[in-house]
């Protein structure tokens, strides 16, 4: 089905060698001080029936892979394998079992080698597809100068390699292809500027900017074939679009003016425009919670202020929480998905109530600053595992390079810091899978599995 919509209205933690006493929040503070202030960053706002006694954390190496040059991003795969395969692998603990035992092991299968990484930008130049023994089944290498760059879908079984807009020639520079994870090549178009790839392979384009620049907003089946169009109206200043997470929605936000309302337009995929709603906001992310039951939850600016705000479907505001600071991230809990958690890279954490609308708990941080490059370790990646929040924090020199790294895990339960482990002079990435947290070292070119025990544990 073609359709067409017109809107006319409107870490390495490798055998665990880091001191984490000594480095915590990059070892600028004595111990003492830093256990006093942490004591009291955690705000109860509140009061739950029951909490529970969190007992203190240890990281413990599973698994550990090097590879021969930096990796920014990994896709892993799952199979079964002799123990002896697996420990030539890197996989740990399995000293005191039988070589020819079965064990199942999460391998690399996809890797992204970077030009040049930021903390908060990559730049991707090589996508490399491997076997389970790590040999390298097929190699796409992606031109960087012509702003080339790779977006992932959520459950990483698809890949889409797409040109965007160059800034130095400033010009869009149209075009991708679409990947299986097992390096198959689905499609090429030599033309549009695509922004997102659901889990079923949906492709959507679409943009709307300052300078004048329109690319229309369609969506593409996992095959290419075009099957939405939406057109905005033709005064619109700004506009951008992002697939849901579960990829059954595609939400675009846009607005006239800079100091404008912003509309927020959902369409449910194959059916219909699900929501339209005009907001006193300057600006939204696209990047929305969808609830299927209750409507969306997103992230609005107003007048220099954010706030956390809830509409039902038919276009109700059931609720706002203004934040003290910008939240750049926000995404559920998935051991109680009637919480959600925002964070902000300034050093705050939220827990939100969805069904209440109130804020459970809070976590500011001593050094928590609304300027961007202050020395501290910016909370700018977000990774939430079970009832574990993981934070990585970045340090960045006057330059604004990326110099040094810390990691955070908090219970999301009740706000409490667990462990804040400092990794300095490295430049340190999170990735999720399968329920699994790893952490990639970009300077020593390891990449660890980790679980974390309760202190005392015997779990193995």
Request: proline share 3%; hydrophobic share 40%; charged share 30%.
């Amino acid at each position: 089905m073609n359709r067409r919509v017109v809107i006319t209205g409107l870490c390495a933690i490798v055998g665990l060698i880091l001191s984490i006493d000594a480095s915590e929040a990059g070892g600028l503070r004595p111990r003492d001080e830093r256990e006093k202030e942490t004591k009291a960053q955690v705000e109860v706002i509140v009061t739950e029936e029951k909490k529970d006694q969190t007992q203190a954390i240890e990281p413990t190496l599973v698994m550990e892979y090097r590879f021969d040059e930096p990796i920014t991003d990994i896709i892993f795969d799952e199979a079964e394998m002799t123990v002896k395969e697996a420990m030539a692998l890197g996989m740990k603990g399995l000293e005191k079992r039988k070589e020819t035992e079965k064990v199942e092991v999460l391998y690399p299968k996809v890797i992204f080698i970077p030009e040049k990484v930021y903390s908060r930008e990559k730049y991707i130049k090589e996508i490399k597809f491997l076997d389970r023994e790590g040999n390298v089944k097929k190699q796409v290498i992606l031109d960087v100068k012509k702003r080339e760059n790779v977006i992932i879908s959520p459950n990483q079984k698809y890949i889409l390699a797409t040109k965007g807009y160059d800034y130095i020639s400033e010009q869009e520079i149209e075009g991708g292809t679409l990947y299986r994870d097992d390096g198959t090549e689905i499609w090429t178009k030599e033309e549009g500027l695509f922004n997102s790839v659901s889990d079923a392979g949906f492709v959507a384009e679409g943009f709307i900017g300052w300078g004048g620049s329109k690319v229309p907003f369609i969506i593409y089946d996992h095959l290419g074939q075009k099957i939405e169009e939406v057109t905005l109206p033709q005064n619109v200043l700004e506009a951008a679009g992002r697939f849901s997470e579960d990829g059954r929605y595609y939400v675009i936000c846009y607005r006239y003016s800079e100091e404008g309302e912003t509309t927020i337009l959902i369409l449910k995929l194959g059916d219909r425009i699900k929501f339209e709603r005009q907001v006193s906001s300057e600006y939204i992310w696209p990047d929305m919670i969808i609830l299927h039951d209750l409507g969306i939850v997103a992230r609005a600016v107003f007048k220099d202020k954010c706030s956390v705000l809830l509409y039902d479907w038919s276009g109700t505001l059931k609720w706002e929480i203004p934040l003290e600071t910008w939240a750049h991230y926000i995404g559920r809990i998935p051991k109680d998905l009637n919480r959600i958690i925002a964070v902000s890279i300034f050093g705050y954490v939220w827990c939100i109530n969805i069904e209440r609308g109130e804020v459970v708990w809070r976590h500011k941080e001593p050094w928590a600053t609304d300027k961007l490059f202050s020395h501290v370790p910016l909370f700018d990646e977000t990774k939430i595992v079970e009832d574990l929040i993981y934070i990585r924090g970045a340090y960045e020199n006057e330059e604004g390079d990326w110099v040094s790294s810390a990691i955070l895990v908090f219970d999301a339960k009740n706000g409490k810091l667990l462990r804040k482990i400092g990794h300095p002079n490295k430049r340190i990435s999170l990735i999720s899978q399968n329920g699994t947290i790893f952490i990639v070292d970009l300077d020593t070119k390891k990449i660890s599995s980790i679980k974390m025990l309760l202190s005392g544990s015997n779990e193995k």
